[in-house]
């Protein structure tokens, strides 16, 4: 029987885990893999459930803690948009912007703290916990918002509207339990591995 194993991870991650959980099922045809993004913690009891997890670091005498590396994100929006709304030179001239945004606390990434400084709540136009609904909200031209730097490498209609900010990028961690079975901890490492090369 195959091994099944879950991947939780935060928003946003896709274009990081997604590549790394294929090459996986390649090298590891035995091991079945369920991806889920979600803000919410995910119960690692099980010894099946990997978590990518932002922020400060983990806590949890049953949990072992990779460091991952810090994610970067930018300020994107589509050429279209671009065409009827001028660049910004600071962070005030967001105010004649309009912009989606992810569905969670607005205090929950360093990038949404920013964003929710600068830029009234009006101004927020479009909010999901989706991920692939962002990049659609965002590619549609009618508003922009924060994506990995990576976006602008696999959307090509994408440009920034603001260069990526250190202030903006988040700590990434990746966990399970110390006693997660033999298959978890061999995709943890795989995966692990393969994230890191990629953060800052």
Same mark, same amino acid.
């Given at each position: ?28 045809? @035995? ?21 990518? /997890? ?6 949890? @005498?049953?949990?072992?803690?990779? *460091? ?9 929006? +589509?050429? !279209? ?29 360093? %990038? ?7 830029? @009234? ?13 962002? /990049? ?5 031209? /009618? ?10 490498? %696999? +959307? ?11 202030? *903006?990028?988040?700590?990434? %961690? ?11 901890? +061999? ?5 692990? !591995? ?7």
């Amino acid at each position: 029987m195959p091994d099944h194993i879950v991947i939780n991870s935060v928003p946003m991650m896709g274009d990081l885990v997604v590549p790394a959980v294929m090459h996986i099922c390649r090298t590891m045809p @035995e091991v079945k893999i369920t991806y889920r993004s979600d803000a919410a913690v995910a119960d690692l009891s099980d010894l099946r459930t990997i978590g990518v /997890r932002s922020g400060p670091e983990p806590v949890g @005498e049953r949990l072992a803690i990779r *460091w991952l590396g810090r994610i970067g994100v930018t300020l994107v929006a +589509s050429q !279209d948009y671009i065409a009827r709304f001028p660049l910004p030179d600071r962070a005030e001239d967001l105010r004649h912007h309009d912009f989606a945004s992810n569905d969670f606390c607005d205090a929950q990434t360093p %990038w949404s703290r920013w964003l929710h400084k600068h830029v @009234e709540a009006p101004n927020i136009v479009f909010r999901t916990n989706d991920e692939t609904l962002l /990049r659609q909200a965002i590619k549609s031209g /009618r508003c922009t918002g924060f994506l990995p730097v990576s976006s602008l490498i %696999w +959307s090509g209609e994408l440009v920034e509207l603001m260069p990526a900010r250190d202030e *903006w990028a988040s700590p990434l %961690w990746l966990v399970h339990d110390r006693h997660a079975n033999a298959a978890c901890r +061999s995709v943890a490492k795989e995966l692990a !591995d393969m994230m890191s090369r990629q953060l800052m």
